[in-house]
């Protein structure tokens, strides 16, 4: 007579709350909680007053930050003081180089409202974005101001920092001369490359909009004689060539025909032996275990006409379709691995 | 001048994006996939079909789902055959008793958009749900649909089953011989307490439209020797005499006027010796560890006037207030705590 509990709904709830904790998140971003306590630790009364914030919810917001691991504090409630993790403190604090909170503002502005429209984007095929009701996607605007591009320029490249390295430290980079970044950004990737080994020569291609704050950084970090920037269209112009073409979360934003030309375009570029190189959240060949990889995927119907993730198997069919000899994976940072086509 | 990974933005990253697995999860509830898998595996194509789904993210949906565990799949693409998991068949399957969607469909369609205005209602501690718009929250609505009620009785007690059931077992019931679980909904609480215990006389204690549908639960339970149910309104009536008074998840909907006025009514109903049981994700003491207890407590904000989550320290300051002699705290199923007091 007596009742068993499993199974349990417990992975069913987590997952299908799990916006909770985001927004939370997203929220405290959006209102520069992290910017605020970058200048200091700072009890709740001083974070309610900065920030506007009602009696009723504060310590639930701010706790709940920490708790899960965003903020850390000692005292509670009307004692309590609240500090960054060094995380918070180094990712979302937006006087840093290395704030990614760009990506997270426009992930609470955009994003999250769009997502709601997902069931719609699965019976249609059709973006949910500005798109939908004729507007234009916010990349025009973040271009035409240089601030906000050079912000959303650090963002992307502090989500992609720990790919970046690995992949310089780990690929073998002893056969090679010079390396090509497309769509090359801020020329971060190009800059990790060149300090992990420094035989390496790098060109940066990117937007002509995006050259003054990429020289900026490069000459920053001291590069300009390892990193050459390079301005053009990789939908118009041909890639420079190198010895290795690199493209970060580039192919993802196109549909398969646009995918091909890029990789058709990166292999008239490279020489015999050389080696295309595609950065992205690889899905596993059995697309059952890299779910940020297929959720990535979902996010590129909400945000393109046609884009879409892809694996490995994939990668394989489309460069050997082009003509390259061989490929290979290397696994990078969470989710990401490197896709390497040799010529 | 090599450079390094640590410290690293994924955390951040993760519960930045983890909207995108909640509502790939809440839109397939929705769409009523798990109900269509409980009648037999289906391939890729029959799904379609069925839903009205386009061919861009058929796959992309599909998988990431696999990919979180929700579906198992053989074949891939257009060899794929999905089937629910173990967990997704008992609990999403609209047409068994243990469905807990109910709750789901509600935070697709109700909390996702409302959630949105999070910040709003931190900075005016305002509630950010229908009421915003002089609206009614659904739950009126609900109770006047006895179909719409009983869905939506059996997905709350199947969400709290896990609690049920441990308390029903760690509980020492020796000392006592009846039960009044007030909010007692179906009468699953008592059902699974007289099971386990079955020298304890439970009475249900919610209003006069649950009570024809607790009526039916525990008939086919057989156990209406066992549980009795009382029709009344906590707010309006007093509570009936027992030796232990149970609230499950009642208390958080309130403010802390309300708290007391129901943990007197509790101490009045009770015997010398007599326990008051009230379950809910208790928040842990520090307000560091329990962050889906504090985001219960947003969620009060988004759907309440004046509602808020607790710690077991306030629980025994409001029962010490009260009259209660002494205190314990008993672990349940994951986030979710019984908070005990001893008259």
Redesign the interface.
Known sequence: ?????K???????Q?????????????A???NLFTLLANGEKSGQDIQAKL??????????L??L?????LS?TG??ETAVYKNT???N???DKNKPSY?GG??EM?NNR???F??D??E?????LPQNESKNNGQPPFELIYADPAKLSEFIHAMA??Q??NF??F??EFDFSNYKTLCDIGGSGGHFSA?IV??N?HIHCTSFDLLPVEPIAKDIINTMNLSDNVTLASGDFFEDDFPKADIITMGNVLHDWGEQDKLMLIEKAYRALPIGGALVVIENI?DD???????G??????M?IETEKG??FTFEDFNKWTKQVGFKSTTLLPL??PASAAIAYK
Do not use: C
């Open positions: 007579m007596e009742t068993q509990i199974p349990s709904p417990a992975a069913i709830l997952i299908g709350t799990g916006f909770w904790a985001s927004k939370t998140l997203l929220t971003v959006n209102m506007g914030l009602h009696n009723r919810s504060l310590y639930d917001f706790d709940a920490v708790a899960l691991g965003f504090r509670i409630k060094e995380d918070t180094l990712f979302l990614i990506i997270l992930a994003l999250y409202p997502w709601n997902l069931e984007g699965l019976k249609t095929g502090g989500v920092t720990g390295i690995t310089s430290k990790h300090m992990n420094p899905i059995a697309r059952s275990k890299n779910a940020f297929l959720l990535m995927s979902l996010n119907l879409f993730d940072a969470g």
